[in-house]
């Protein structure tokens, strides 16, 4: 289950556990279907019956990103900045500033064969207090 439905499951629980049974309405949910951008100009959709790609299904998915959007200003703004990326090729600016201690540890124990079948660690580890130390297996 995706973190984003364990949390929506989290808070119907809390909300069912405060709500009297007949004061609550049935849930109905209406599918949109899934969309995804796989290039410049290039989308595949699935909605319903329909399934479609290129760039009609590009177009779909710029327009019901922006129909989803809140508010006249939010939508006219990432537009805009859709549109300057498309006409220039800018990608703007994606930094990541250094790695994150958790993948150090990762990646330093795949280089040194401690990591089991499907990514176990064959060992438990004790987390560091500073990202220069390495990682010491608990003995015991």
């Excluded at 989290?10 to 556990?17: G, P, Q, T």
């Excluded at 290039?39 to 998915?61: D, H, I, K, Y």
Aim: a positive charge; charged letters at 20%.
């Amino acid at each position: 289950m995706p973190r984003r439905s364990a949390r929506c499951q989290l808070i119907v629980n809390e909300i069912r556990a405060k709500t009297p049974r007949e004061k609550r309405e049935p849930f109905a949910y209406w599918d949109k279907g899934s969309m995804a951008t796989i290039g410049r100009s290039r989308a595949v959709a699935m909605t319903g019956r329909l399934q479609f790609s290129g760039w009609l299904a590009w177009m779909a998915w710029l327009f019901i990103h922006l129909v989803f959007l809140v508010g006249f200003r939010n939508r006219a703004i990432v537009l805009f900045n859709w549109a300057y990326g498309y006409f220039t090729y800018d990608r703007g600016v994606r930094l990541i500033t250094g790695a994150l201690r958790h993948e150090e540890e990762l990646l330093r124990l795949v280089e040194t064969n401690q990591m089991g079948p499907q990514g176990t660690l064959e060992q438990e580890v004790v987390p560091t207090p500073s990202a220069n130390q390495v990682p010491q297996p608990v003995k015991g």
